[in-house]
């Protein structure tokens, strides 16, 4: 079974770090681009960082440039996002996301997994 | 940044009746345009990718359209299984990927 499980989200406090981890499984990890989407309380869908399949070409979204950084370890079928000088404004719900079977370096999100809550509160 | 823009933010529809939503992009963003469906406390579910390729288990009773900058989700006849909040996203452009603010579609 296809399955992405996300972990790592809680409580910090502003100014503060987390590192989100999401552990893939039922596919060939390394085949295909992942990225993180977040979703505010009551609000949208936004994207927030892209990683190619090789882990060599990566993207964020202006709102988390030069604070966030994404990696994977294709070994370890897991990928990750370290969140620094985190802000009230970042508190969501992060989802790992992954792309159809038939476009596997694309930003279409066909796999979501369960989502990790963060909370950024003093 | 290509913004995307959903129309209406709210459609009032009876259950068996036709559903039309639009997405427009500010500048072209070709066929690399999804559709997501979300029903609350959920994540979203994949519904179109390429604009009009239907993802695995997508009733026949939605379909998508569109190229460029104008895009349509359609739902031939509502079921009360259908009542949730869509998405049109874009993925012609990384820097960044975008979503629209969704379309809420309720039971009349």
């Known amino acids: 079974e296809v399955q992405l499980l996300e972990s790592g989200g809680g409580l910090v406090q502003p100014g503060g770090s987390l590192r989100l981890s999401c552990a893939a499984s039922?596919?060939?990890?390394?085949?295909?681009?992942m990225s993180w989407v977040r979703q505010a309380p009551g609000k949208g869908l936004e994207w927030v960082s892209g990683i190619s399949g090789n882990g060599g070409t990566t993207f964020f979204a202006d709102s988390v440039k030069g604070r966030f950084t994404i990696s994977r370890d294709n070994s370890k079928n897991t990928l990750y996002l370290q969140m620094n000088s985190l802000r009230a404004e970042d508190t969501a719900v992060y989802y790992c996301?992954?792309?159809?079977?038939?476009?596997?370096?694309?930003?279409?999100?066909?796999?979501w997994g369960q989502g990790t809550i963060l909370t950024v509160s003093s | 940044e290509i913004v995307m823009t959903q129309s209406p933010a709210t459609l009032s529809v009876s259950p068996g009746e036709k559903a039309t939503l639009s997405c427009r992009a500010r500048?072209?963003?070709?066929?690399?345009l999804a559709w997501y469906q979300q029903k609350p406390g959920q994540a979203p579910r994949l519904l179109f990718y390429?604009?009009?390729t239907r993802a695995t288990g997508v009733p026949a009773r939605f379909s998508g359209s569109g190229s460029g900058t104008e895009f349509t989700l359609t739902i031939s006849s509502l079921q009360s299984e259908d009542f949730a909040v869509y998405y049109c996203?874009?993925?012609?452009?990384?820097?960044?990927?975008?979503f629209g603010q969704g379309t809420r579609l309720e039971i009349k």
């Open positions: 996203q874009q993925y012609d452009s990384w820097l960044p990927i975008t």
């Open positions: 500048q072209s963003v070709s066929s690399n």
């Open positions: 996301v992954r792309p159809p079977i038939a476009a596997p370096g694309t930003g279409a999100f066909d796999i």
């Open positions: 039922g596919f060939t990890f390394s085949t295909y681009a």
């Open positions: 390429g604009a009009s």
